[in-house]
Structure formats: structure tokens, C-alpha cells
């Protein structure tokens, strides 16, 4: 069975920084794009960033300059790098893959559950 557990968020004062990670396990043959979301209270879900197989990334508008997507393909593992954190990056912030594993078709999507990323002095 696939899950993807993020790790990494907390509460964090106007203009520092957090480091989110998270982690894909299960019997995985590969994972195409990995990215990050987000969803702040009272609003839809929205993309935060993503990032291919290769290390091509696309980011937001909102965050571009200040988050950094990485991934570590051989530990299937992507991260997000936040700095210069403003009140309105507060959101849960969602893991999301793009893989192909045992019993699921290629290209198949899945979810972390989130992690809270509070940012309030």
C-alpha cells in the first residue's frame, strides 16, 4: 500500500523559514511528478509547487523567489525548502505524487494527509 508522510511544519514567525519533507513508501516501480499544495481555511487547494522525474520545477506565482522544490528520487522523497515566510503562506500543506506502483495503474495520483504551516509572530 502507497502513502506519502509529510513531515516538517510548525509555527514559524513572519520571515523564517521551514524545511517540509516527505516520504513515499509502499512497492513503488517509479513516481513521475511530485509536488507540493497547499489549502488555508475557507479557501480551495491550490499548487505550491511541483517538480518532474528530471528535477524540472514549476512554482506559483506567490511563492516564486522564497520556496525551493527538491526531490531525492532514490529515497523517494521530495522536499520543500520556505523561506521569507509571510502570514499568508498559513495553510496545511499536502504531498502529492504522480506514481506508478504494485496494483495501481501508471500515472496513478495520491496524497499525503498534510501538515500545518503556521506563520504568526
Known amino acids: 500500500q502507497v502513502q506519502l508522510v509529510e513531515s516538517g511544519g510548525g509555527l514559524v514567525q513572519p520571515g523564517g523559514s521551514l524545511r517540509l519533507s516527505c516520504a513515499a513508501s509502499?512497492?513503488?516501480?517509479?513516481?513521475?511528478?511530485m509536488g507540493w499544495y497547499r489549502q488555508a481555511p475557507g479557501k480551495q487547494r491550490e499548487l505550491v509547487a511541483v517538480?518532474?522525474?528530471?528535477?524540472?520545477?514549476n512554482y506559483a506565482d506567490s511563492v516564486k523567489g522564497r520556496f525551493t522544490i527538491s526531490r531525492d528520487n532514490a529515497k523517494n522523497m521530495v522536499y520543500l525548502q520556505m523561506n521569507s515566510l509571510q502570514a499568508e503562506d498559513t495553510a496545511v500543506y499536502y504531498c502529492?505524487?504522480?506514481?506508478?506502483?504494485?496494483?495501481?495503474?501508471?500515472?496513478?495520483?495520491?496524497w499525503g494527509k498534510g501538515t500545518q504551516v503556521t506563520v504568526s509572530s
Open positions: 517538480i518532474t522525474r528530471g528535477g524540472t520545477p
Open positions: 502529492a505524487a504522480r506514481l506508478w506502483a504494485v496494483g495501481v495503474a501508471p500515472s496513478s495520483n495520491y
Open positions: 509502499g512497492s513503488i516501480f517509479s513516481i513521475n511528478d
